[in-house]
Structure formats: C-alpha cells, structure tokens
C-alpha cells in the first residue's frame, strides 16, 4: 500500500506519520509538504532515513508538481493534511487560507480522477459547523448538522468539505471526510493554545487567555485523532464524513489552570486580554457513527495526555527553541504585544 500524506510535516501529519510507519511497517509513504513556518522536517527526523518514506518538498496548489508526484508514485490513498489551520491568523490575513485549503484541494482531487485512487480522505475540523451555546450542554454536532462556519479558515474549510462531496458525487472519486476536534501532544506549533501556554509558562511569561476563557473546546490527544483516521481510511464508507471527537470539553481556563499547575507556576501568570473577532464559544462533537461504525472512541484521558504532552516539550526544549528564536517573536509581538498591555 502506498499512501501520499500531504502536509507530513506539520504537527498532525507528521504524527500520523510516525503512527502509520509503527503500525503499518511494509507501507510506502510519500510525505508532499510546503514546510510553511508551522512545518518542520525535524518533526520527521526518525522517519527521513527509512526505505520506504519518501520527502518531497512542495505545495499542493503546484498542480505540475503534484501531477508529477502521482505520476511517480502512483498512490493508492492520499490523506489530505495540508491546510493553514490557525484561526488568528486567518483573521489578520485570509488569503493563503482559502488558496491552500480549497484550491489545493481542487489540485489533489483532480490529480485522483488523472492517475485513479482508492481513497482520498480530507482532514477536516469540527469548526466547520460553527460553535454551540454555554448553556445547552445537551447540544452536540453530528455529522448531518448544518455547516455554520465563523472564520476565514473554518469558512475555507468548510468550502474544501463541499468540494469534497462534490467531487464524489459528480466524478464518483472514492473520497472520505473526517471533522475532528481541537488536537494536542508532540510537535505542535506553539502558536495553538496548549503549546503556548506551556512555553510561556517556562519563561514566567504572562499566559494570554482571550475574553472571559470560559469558551470551551473538546480535546483529543492527537494519537487518538490518528488512529481513528487509519480505520476511516481502511475501513470507512465511501462518500461519508466522520466526527471524531475526544468527548473532553474543558474551558480554556481551566486547561491553562492545569498547564500552570502540572509545571508548578502560579496562577498569577494569567492574564485575560481581548477576544479574539467572531471567538467561537463552544464546541461539542457526537461521535456515535465512529462508535457505530469502528468500535472505536478516544483512549487518552486528558489528565494522562496533557502530562505527558508537558513532558515532551520540558524534554525537547531544542525543537521549540529553534522555532522561538526564529520569526516566531515578531508574529507573538504582533498578536500580544498590544493585547499584554492593556
Ligand atoms: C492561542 C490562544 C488561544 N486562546 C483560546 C482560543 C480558543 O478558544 C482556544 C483554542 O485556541 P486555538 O487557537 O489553539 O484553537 P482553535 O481556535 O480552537 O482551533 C483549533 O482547533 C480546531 C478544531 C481547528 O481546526 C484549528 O485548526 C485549530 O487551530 O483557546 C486563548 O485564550 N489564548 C491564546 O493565546
């Protein structure tokens, strides 16, 4: 089996990728990712020297490029991790969101439907059907709820899932959709919310926790996220979409109050600056199909995920250290410089 894994080299994809090659060993996989700022080839180091991984440096809009890997390569799957995800920088700048997120998905699918696939599956995000209210804890999002996104990027995203379905409909490509919920653990880029907020409380830096911190979002440890994709991939229904969801909704500040007291920092570091435009309040996913259909629900509690999640970046301080002292503090000056002073 031969997989094309776009987007490797950022946080979820190169998980699954190390996920894949332990758990698949006699798989071929051909990792097609821009290295963007949140894409990092030491995030693949264990994997670059192996025989049957391939890294190829590019972006998924370069249709001559990516009609070029199929060509070589000839996949039978291709996991579409490839996406500008972070929703404060779509906010300050929307453009690269809808080019990479929608357009490079047009190029991948067009690429199936020239070379023939056996599945195309899109990573997607629960942010698609928009947030739900603090005071309907009953309300969930299946995977038949409107589309209702907030963002530039859950707009973006939502469109790629359109697509997505269009493309299977209209051209029969064997296609799967996944939409799951705020992810953590190794290798993600300290701008998200959990690896922030444990790098600044390293530093005795002020934790900026936006509004009132009581929006909430569900957490998966991002290898619960991977191996749910493995069986949907393998074993899902052609043409369906699948929530995959951590059933763990905290708020932000009770997961920052946990980060503080895991790393023995006082909860003085916290500092509430202004909200994030459009800041979705709560998301919820059901993810009854998932248990349905696999057997399958989420086996990292937060508490054992987020310790040992803590851990890995007390004990790879070389990775995110490099990413720090980069461009990183311009784009941290530009988002909190102001917010920090008010
Ligand atoms: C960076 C930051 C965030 N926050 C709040 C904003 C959110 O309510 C929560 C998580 O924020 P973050 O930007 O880490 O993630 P979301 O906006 O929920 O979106 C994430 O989860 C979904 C599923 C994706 O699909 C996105 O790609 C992924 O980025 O913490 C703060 O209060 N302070 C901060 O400095």
Sequence with gaps: ??????????????????????KHPDYRIICLDKLTYAG????????????????????????????KVFEEERPDIVVNFAAESHVDRSIEDPEIFLKTNIIGTQVLMDACRKYGIKRFHQVSTDEVYGDLPLDRPDLKFTE?????PSSPY????????LLVMAYHRTYELPVTISRCSNNYGPYQFPEKLIPLMIINAIHDRPLPVYGDGRNVRDWIHVKDHCEAIDLIIHEGKEGEIYNI????????IEVVKMILKELGKPESLIKFVKDRPGHDRRY?????K???EFGWSPKISFEEGLRSTI???????????????????????????ERLKE
Excluded: Q
């Design 1 to 22: 089996m031969k997989i094309l894994v776009t987007g490797g080299a950022g946080f979820i994809g190169s998980n699954f990728i190390h996920y894949m090659m332990e």
């Design 40 to 67: 990092n080839l030491r995030n693949l180091e264990s994997a670059l020297n192996r025989e049957n991984f391939r890294f190829i440096k590019g972006d998924i809009c370069d249709r001559e490029l990516v009609y």
């Design 144 to 148: 038949k709820s409107p589309l209702k």
């Design 154 to 161: 859950s707009a973006s995203k939502a469109s790629a899932d």
């Design 245 to 252: 969801g951590g059933e763990n909704e905290r708020s932000n």
């Design 284 to 288: 919820a996913l059901d993810i009854t």
């Design 290 to 292: 998932m248990k349905e």
């Design 311 to 337: 851990k890995w970046y007390l004990e790879n301080r070389n990775w995110w250290e490099e990413i720090i002292n980069g461009e990183y503090m311009k784009y941290y000056e530009k988002m909190y410089g």
